[in-house]
């Protein structure tokens, strides 16, 4: 029998599309994670990002074949939870304008996305305002910032990711990082 935790990204893609699941829950076990992780920074929240990481492997597998097996999987599904994390985003502010386009006493079923009342420790607040910065970022300096700074991607593969150029991953970092110190200052 085939050891799966020994098989690389490429080959556990190649298995997938030959109709092994395993082979697929592989691969989501191996990047589930970060791929939480990368939707977490983008949305700003665990309930949102759980959401989008669901919506993104199941988009990765039905772009499975799509994949090139010579280039690194997380890369590749780093791109899906950010196109994911946008469409999010795009469906929340629908929602909210529709929100504000009702009449008071039907809007009070429309959920707010706010931190927990329930969170009272100073470090959680904290968190969670750093988190919700991050999110509302340029959706050009955050991906930068999420992809080398929380996700330890080099320049060039973050670079990569976003189809732009070392430079540009530079330079975006450098802004993402002045403009989210200067809101936590504020």
């Known amino acids: 029998m085939l050891d799966l935790a020994a098989c690389t990204d490429g080959e556990l893609a190649a298995l997938a599309l030959g109709g092994r699941q395993a082979a697929y829950s592989a691969l989501m076990d191996r ?7 990368l939707a977490r920074h983008h949305c700003g929240n665990d309930d949102a990002a759980l959401d989008v990481t669901q919506q993104s492997f199941i988009a990765a597998f039905a772009a499975l074949a799509r994949y090139d097996g010579s280039r690194p999987f997380q890369h590749w599904l780093a791109r899906i939870v950010i196109n994911k994390a946008h469409d999010w985003a795009r469906r929340r502010k629908v929602r909210q304008f529709f929100s504000f386009a009702l009449p008071l006493d039907e809007a ?23 988190m919700a910065e991050i999110a509302g970022l340029p959706a050009r300096l955050k991906e930068v910032l999420v992809l080398r700074t929380i996700e330890g991607l080099s320049q060039a593969e ?14 975006r970092l450098y802004r993402a990082r002045a403009k989210l110190t200067e809101i936590l200052r504020g």
Do not use: N
């Open 31 to 37: 990047h589930r994670a970060a791929a939480f992780r």
């Open 108 to 130: 009070r079923g429309v959920r707010e996305d706010a931190p927990d009342a329930e969170q009272q420790t100073s470090d959680r607040e904290e968190l969670e305002r750093t």
């Open 158 to 171: 973050a670079a990569g990711v976003l189809g732009v150029s070392e430079k540009a991953v530079e330079t």
